[in-house]
């Protein structure tokens, strides 16, 4: 049966003077663009939008920055658009968004700000969390921990999801992976993630999530229980589609496994008496 919309098209953005897109490329690395979860909806209807903009109040008209729209039940906006990043002087992209039970929402992005210990133009994964009427609760904080990751390498592609038990977990991608599974004949990019308390607080260190490190682990995407465990799949080598599933403080309860190779159309459902039924799909 045909979907009947309940409001008619809305425009989001209100800047019209740059692209504003809800999937960017990120410099470098092109084969990560993918569309974001770039919306997210309350109980009551009501649903907040995220997207990058370009040369909307940025220092040069051909940056990037990451701005947020919030809206009733009935597509009428409660907000003008707003700028979620702080700090115009790097691009700002690739936005994803998650409603907390508390009512708020987190926002995550990718960011190459100059940073102290990020020379040149390396990209880290920033995050900062919005009341449903549009203002910030405090400054953006960087979700990606490790001193080695930010200084060394990317990390980019983040998508967020979110737990009723208050947590949230975001997962990104960090070039040449280094860990205790880190290849030094084949660097490949791997997938990481970090829990965090719906205050912003870090619950977790952040942590490898895939075993795998033949080439690159790309494209991750999360999904959470409401006892805070939770599911993340990504594209691996020949695209085929990885998943691990971990408990709420991070610890992994399965290695990783395999869903699809070559397929496509192809739907899944994974079943963990921890985590209850997940449903996946993907194309290949």
Known sequence: MPANPYTPITQVNTFINGEQVTSAPISGASSQNRPMRAIAMAADGSFAVTWTSEANNETSSA??????????????????????????????????????????????????????????????????????????????????????????????????????????????????????NFDPLDPGDGIYARVFNQSGAAVTAEFAVNTTIINNQLKPTVAMADNGSFVIVWESLLRVCMGSVSMPQGQNRAVNFKLTKRQIGVSGRLVWPWLGTVALSWSG
């Open 63 to 180: 940056l990037l920055g990451t701005y947020v729209r919030f809206f009733d039940k009935d597509g009428v906006p409660t907000s003008a658009e707003i700028q979620v990043d702080t700090d115009n002087r790097g691009n700002q992209t690739a936005a994803s968004i998650a409603l907390l039970d508390n009512g708020n929402y987190i926002i995550t992005w990718s960011d190459n700000n100059p940073d102290p210990l990020s020379p040149g133009d390396a990209w880290d994964v920033y995050a900062r969390i919005f009341q449903p009427n549009g203002t910030a609760i405090g400054n953006e904080f960087r979700i990606n921990g490790s001193a080695e990751h930010f200084a060394l390498n990317n990390q980019f592609n983040s998508s967020v999801a979110t737990s009723s038990n208050g947590n949230f977990v975001v997962t990104w991608v960090t070039q040449n992976q280094i860990d205790a």
